[in-house]
């Protein structure tokens, strides 16, 4: 069994901030259970384009108000508490927050924990090696 307060993660390899938003992973790749376990916050008044090209990701709102933008449809829809979206079909996305947001995600497949969006939004497939998967780590 393992258990973590996300206060314990703060400042460790597992809070990771970039730019427009704080992650701070609960459960990772290592951990070896199929899924990754992520605590984040998009920080008010950023706008953040995403692509999992690599990832399948379900996003849990708990806190805060914001904007989901499909940057293949336009379509909108509003982030508050209790609003779920799932990036099943490896969805290009941008999130407008317009306060704090704060979301609890699953990555499958799991992250390391040292993955950052590139310059296309994508989080590169990494191996517990830090070296890109072989088959197709970014785009």
């Known amino acids: 069994m393992k258990v973590v307060n996300l206060n314990e993660l703060n400042g460790t390899e597992n809070d990771v901030e ?12 290592n951990d070896g259970v199929g899924f990754s376990f992520h605590d ?6 950023t706008s953040t384009d995403m692509w ?39 969805d290009k996305h941008t999130v407008k927050a317009e306060t704090d947001v704060k979301v609890a995600c699953v990555f499958n497949p799991p992250v390391t924990g040292r993955e950052v969006h590139d310059e296309h939004g994508v989080y590169p497939l990494l191996t517990e090696d830090d070296e890109p998967a072989k088959d197709g780590a970014t785009v």
């Open 18 to 29: 970039h730019g427009t938003w704080r992650s701070r992973r609960f459960v990772l790749a």
């Open 40 to 45: 984040t916050v998009l920080y008010a008044g």
């Open 52 to 90: 999992y090209a690599n990832h399948i990701e379900c996003v849990y709102c708990y806190e805060g108000h914001g904007t989901l933008v499909s940057r293949e449809t336009g379509e909108e829809w509003e982030i508050k508490p209790g609003m779920m979206y799932l990036l099943n079909a490896h």
